[in-house]
Nanobody, 123 residues
Framework: VQLVESGGGLVQAGGSLRLSCAAS????????MGWFRQAPGKERVFVAA????????YYPHSVKGRFTISRDNAKNTVYLQMNSLKPEDTAVYYC?????????????????WGQGTQVTVSS
């Protein structure tokens, strides 16, 4: 499975961005998907996850209510809608796929990773 993120960029605080992650392969619909981010000098952290069917999602407190993960299995794509962005959301955002239908917030449980897309939020 190959994952390609897009949609990153520069946005002012309070603004919105939608990230996309396009996956290759016919098994996408059976995989749970996650988004993680890594700021300069910091560890990679969990941002959002969704199960194989899209009817269950999970977020950490830091983004809950502002970020929404969704997926379109017909298009082999997962999305991350980010609203009310803050400067502390600035990071490289990574899409990840887990060869298992249920999600996890632990990055070591994901099997495939994209190359990342930069999100910069100015104050």
């Amino acid at each position: 499975v190959q994952l390609v993120e897009s949609g990153g960029g520069l946005v002012q605080a309070g603004g919105s961005l939608r990230l996309s992650c396009a996956a290759s392969g016919r098994t996408f619909s059976s995989y749970a998907m996650g988004w993680f981010r890594q700021a300069p000098g910091k560890e990679r952290v969990f941002v959002a996850a969704i199960n194989w069917s899209g009817d269950s999602t999970y977020y950490p407190h830091s983004v809950k209510g502002r970020f929404t993960i969704s997926r379109d299995n017909a298009k082999n794509t997962v999305y991350l809608q980010m609203n009310s962005l803050k400067p502390e959301d600035t990071a490289v955002y990574y899409c990840a796929a887990r060869r298992y239908p249920s999600y996890s917030s632990s990055d070591y449980l994901y099997d495939y990773w994209g190359q990342g897309t930069q999100v910069t939020v100015s104050s």
